[in-house]
């Protein structure tokens, strides 16, 4: 297939008659009269060969050739001209044309073997650079390479580099071969006496091992290599030469080397944590343990391996262990549990407990890991606040929840050591309120008691006391939450979890508003340093806000993701800054709902305490600010905006959960 550009009719006609002459070869010609013509053809067809007149309507002289090249340069081009210029022609063909043909001396079967060879010499070339390209990746592959020492009376008197010293370490033999010192120098200079002392050996007719050591490249990176050198003696048994051969192992030593820091960072995590770490095969025996569990049990490391729960605890409890253990085993599920624990000296412990199956390379169970730690001091404290709910329960029905939320606002403000002056107010109005609500709830069960018949009216007035009484507790409970210095319970938390588990607490408000929902979860989502529950109320709170500003139903939106943060932030008022600056990787999660929004002149108000629009008897103003509160006690930051395209967007910024070292 030929591409023959020339503005001349007769000329093309002439050419096409020329190539249709040639009895071995059959052609395709597709003629064109300009430039412009040329480029596009080129730009939507493949051609064997390109003929092509220098001077046309659109651009002459080489100009036109370049063009063409630029378009297709990977086609072989003879040009045509009508003049007999020596300087065009050279230039021409430096440029890159295969032929440069006199149009009043072509003849036959001169254009035909000109067209013949032009595509020949291309496909040459072609082949050519191709293999100069398979060669060059081949040699830069190679990651080993030889070299020999030719040595008189002991001393080297000729080296010899093999072509795959380049790949390893930048350098060709011609350079070896022009500074007879750069084998040495390359060398780092922390190995060159190793080096030397290996040449040294060699050279008393010795053969040493191999030694590993580092060279600097070429390009200026260190390299490590393996070099193995092997002795050459003649028929007597005389020294004569050496062989070495020089592999590179970068990648190898690198990989050990991150092993070995792995390694070092496993056991160091390991045996710095709180928590008793151990490990057992398939018969029970342990395989590992910390030098938490070792000092546990009071023995030494060598005194555990090999020994079962048996030897340690007392048969019913090591039984149970050993159950544990075959549970995990026959599973391959992880065990989850609090159970009793019984040091050397005899006490009982309870410990949380978490059983894993250890697997080999074929995925096959080996044996279990078990990590457990203390929580003593926890159950006693649960077991002390079972027992104090359970003396409550004996109060009466009525004061039970009020005097319940009660104890744990005071006991929160106990532990407190200190409060801001709204927290200080708090404390004083709960404890105010207390008994003149209980005065209240004892007179009402007085009155329910001496009148045998109530007439509807006093009955509806009564009822309308206790609601009141039950909003003003309400109310103090939420002023409590608001103004406590909370101790969170921070764990790695998963977000996207911690949000499923509130939509499925608030899913009969979504049903029963007709309201849409839509998750939009980031999958890669980082875990959080959280208090589970208290990140649970939040979002309870977020998500019921939405749905009530959706009465006639609407779209739920619930999305987490990522990003990078491009300001510093806080609560507006907050004494409390969060820790979050530029530059630092956030998690973000955001609650869309298409209401009508929040007029601006209440989206200044909506954290005040005890600011609502919401209905008598429907909320107490303090759902956002103890909201806003305990985002602020995880180092996070809340807020909320009004969409553009309508309704409400709350957003939730938490950093990323960090191990610490």
């Not at 007439?455 to 939450?481: E, G």
Request: hydrophobic share 40%; glycine share 6%.
């Amino acid at each position: 297939k030929i591409l023959l550009v020339e503005d001349n009719p007769a000329d093309a006609r002439l050419f096409q008659e020329y190539l249709s002459e040639s009895p071995t070869l059959r052609f395709a010609l597709q003629a064109v009269s300009s430039l412009a013509a040329a480029v596009e053809m080129l730009r939507h067809r493949n051609f064997d060969l390109v003929l092509a007149d220098l001077s046309l309507p659109d651009c002459r002289g080489l100009e036109t050739f370049r063009r063409l090249r630029a378009q297709a340069a990977d086609t072989p081009i003879v040009v045509l001209s009508g003049l007999d210029d020596e300087a065009l022609a050279i230039g021409a063909v430096r440029e890159g044309a295969q032929d440069y043909l006199v149009k009043g001396r072509i003849e036959p079967y001169l254009l035909t073997r000109a067209v013949r060879y032009a595509i020949e010499r291309h496909r040459y070339e072609r082949a050519l650079k191709e293999s100069e390209a398979h060669y060059r990746r081949l040699l830069e592959s190679i990651t080993d390479y030889t070299y020999t020492v030719t040595l008189e009376n002991g001393r080297p008197v000729a080296v010899q580099h093999g072509l795959g010293c380049v790949a390893v370490t930048g350098y060709s033999p011609d350079d070896y071969r022009a500074d007879p010192e750069l084998w040495y120098r390359m060398v780092h200079e922390a190995d060159r006496a190793a080096v030397l002392e290996q040449a040294a050996r060699v050279s008393r007719g010795e053969t040493p091992p191999p030694l590993e050591h580092r060279i600097i490249h070429k390009n200026g990176q260190v390299r490590w290599v393996r070099a193995t050198v092997v002795p050459r003696r003649d028929a007597s048994g005389q020294l004569v030469a050496y062989d070495g051969l020089i592999s590179d192992i970068t990648e190898r030593k690198q990989a050990e080397e991150r092993l070995i820091a792995s390694e070092a960072f496993y056991h160091s995590l390991v045996e710095h944590l709180p928590q008793n770490i151990l490990r057992k095969d398939l018969q029970g025996r342990f395989t590992f343990a910390n030098q938490r569990f070792c000092e546990l049990l009071g023995r030494p490391l060598q005194d555990i391996i090999g020994k079962t729960d048996f030897d340690f605890y007392p048969p019913e409890l090591a039984a149970k262990y050993q159950r544990d253990d075959r549970y995990v085993i026959s599973t391959g599920q992880i065990f989850d549990t609090v159970e009793e624990n019984i040091k050397p000296s005899g006490e009982k412990i309870y410990v949380h407990v978490v059983k894993t199956p250890i697997y080999d390379a074929q995925r096959k169970i080996i044996g279990i890991q078990g990590i457990f730690w203390d929580i003593t001091e926890r159950i006693r404290a649960e077991e002390a606040l079972r027992k104090a709910n359970e003396a409550l329960a004996r109060s009466e029905a009525a004061l039970r929840r009020t005097n319940e939320e009660l104890k744990a606002a005071q006991m929160q403000l106990i532990q407190a050591e200190k409060m801001e002056s709204i927290g200080t107010l708090a404390a004083g109005v709960a404890h105010e309120v207390k008994n003149p609500l209980a005065t209240l709830m004892m007179g009402m069960e007085f009155l329910m008691k001496r009148l045998q018949s109530p007439d509807p009216t006093l009955a509806q007035v009564l009822a309308d006391m206790q609601d009141a009484i039950q909003r003003a507790d309400s109310i103090t409970r939420a002023l409590v939450d608001y103004s406590a210095h909370t101790q969170l319970a921070l764990a790695p938390e998963d977000l996207n979890r911690v949000i499923d588990e509130a939509l499925r607490l608030v899913r009969p408000q979504l049903d029963r508003a007709h309201v849409k929902l839509v998750r939009d979860y980031a999958a890669d989502l980082p875990p959080v340093a959280a208090d589970r529950n208290r990140l649970q109320q939040v979002f309870v709170n977020l998500l019921i806000n939405a749905v009530q500003a959706m009465p006639n139903g609407g779209t739920l939106t619930v999305r987490t993701y990522t990003r990078q943060t491009t300001e510093t932030s806080h609560f507006e008022g907050s004494r409390r800054a969060a820790s979050i600056w530029v530059g630092d990787t956030v998690v973000v999660a955001e609650v869309d709902d298409t209401g009508i929004g929040i007029p601006q002149e209440n989206l200044l108000k909506i954290f005040d305490p005890f600011f609502t629009t919401k209905p008598a008897g429907e909320g107490t103003g303090l759902g956002l600010p103890v909201s806003r509160k305990i985002i602020e006690l995880h180092g996070g930051i809340l807020e909320v905006k009004n969409r553009p395209e309508g309704g409400v967007r709350a957003s939730v910024v938490l950093k990323p959960y960090r191990r610490r070292v």
